[in-house]
């Protein structure tokens, strides 16, 4: 899987791009030369299974241009937990690719938590691969950069395999996020789960579009997706594009979008019962992202990404009364 080329950059003319201006975005940082290409290699053998949880850090630096590329082999019955970190400080552009390979019966539980400079834009070209049996359950938080790119390929090559890709993006003043899924269903008896939460506040913008491709001979396939949008602003602006590209004939799949304000039936349930306005929104918009983040298995990672997660809410909510 090939990061993006400086030279053949991709533009809303793009249909994959309409809503992403990356060559806008980039200004200055397009005439950076990129640094050298660091790349991360994580592969595990055959029955390997990893007690410990695997921590990586990539960190963003001023006026740079990083070439950044993630391999990840496990082999047949492998098994780990990886957590991704990403973090920075001023403008930089992490120009990256990551490479996902489960071979048969292995397990990955790939937790990304992206906390870039607000000044940074991120791209990263993900292309997973899964072989009969394996299961992924892979969770981002998306709260940095000015704009970040998130675009996912899976692929899935054997019967009986369970991916699911969760999310949840926080954005606010003028950050844009863009999370784009292919899913392509090539064998039967295969199960997919896209479900993916954004909260939007200022003037941000949001992006989700998601394929579900079920190839004929995918017999017996579960394909589901869903994208719900809160937004905090009047300014603040999601764009969704769910798709179902179906030709088996024995299938279950669904889609769904949703974007809109807090309800303002629950708040009133919530006020009469005593709790102010504020105590009222924090508590609806918490429960919103939760239901996401509880799809995070380990409970020490589970309450890292909720107390993250809670802070910018808070912050966010007190910016608004």
Not at 52 to 62: A, H, P, R, S
Request: hydrophobic letters at 35%.
């Amino acid at each position: 899987m090939r990061m993006l080329d400086i030279n053949d950059l991709p533009t809303p003319k793009d249909e994959d791009w309409k809503y992403t201006n990356l060559s806008r975005a980039l200004g200055d940082l397009k005439n950076i030369p990129a640094q050298d290409v660091r790349e991360i290699l994580i592969h595990k053998t055959s029955g390997e299974v990893c007690e410990q949880i695997e921590d990586i850090l990539w960190t963003g630096v001023e006026g740079q241009h990083q070439s950044l590329r993630l391999k990840i082999v496990l082999e047949e019955g492998a098994q780990l937990t990886l957590i991704e970190r990403h973090e920075g400080s001023g403008a930089y552009w992490k120009n990256m690719s990551t490479e996902i390979t489960l071979g048969a019966n292995a397990r990955l539980n790939h937790i990304r938590i992206q906390e870039d400079s607000t000044q940074a834009i991120q791209t990263n070209m993900v292309h997973i691969t899964m072989e009969r049996d394996a299961y992924l359950n892979s969770f981002s938080l998306n709260m940095g950069g000015k704009l970040t790119r998130h675009d996912i390929h899976v692929v899935l090559n054997g019967s009986n395999i369970d991916c699911s890709l969760n999310g949840v993006t926080l954005l606010k003043d003028k950050q844009h996020g863009d999370t784009t899924i292919l899913m392509e269903h090539t064998a039967p008896h295969c199960l997919s789960n896209q479900f993916y939460r954004t909260i939007l506040d200022d003037a941000a913008r949001g992006v989700f579009q998601g394929k579900v491709h079920v190839h004929q001979a995918a017999q017996k396939t579960d394909g589901y997706q869903l994208s719900n949008t809160l937004l905090l602003s009047p300014k603040a602006e999601m764009d969704t594009k769910p798709e179902l590209e179906i030709y088996a004939d024995d299938v279950k799949c669904s889609h769904g979008a949703t974007t809109g304000q807090l309800d303002e039936a629950p708040l009133f349930y919530l006020r009469s019962r005593g709790l102010s306005e504020a105590q009222a929104r924090m508590l609806l918009v918490q429960a919103f992202v939760d239901e996401v983040v509880d799809k995070v298995s380990d409970s020490a990672l589970h309450d890292e990404i909720k107390e993250k997660a809670g802070r910018w809410l808070e912050a966010a909510l007190k910016s608004d009364d």
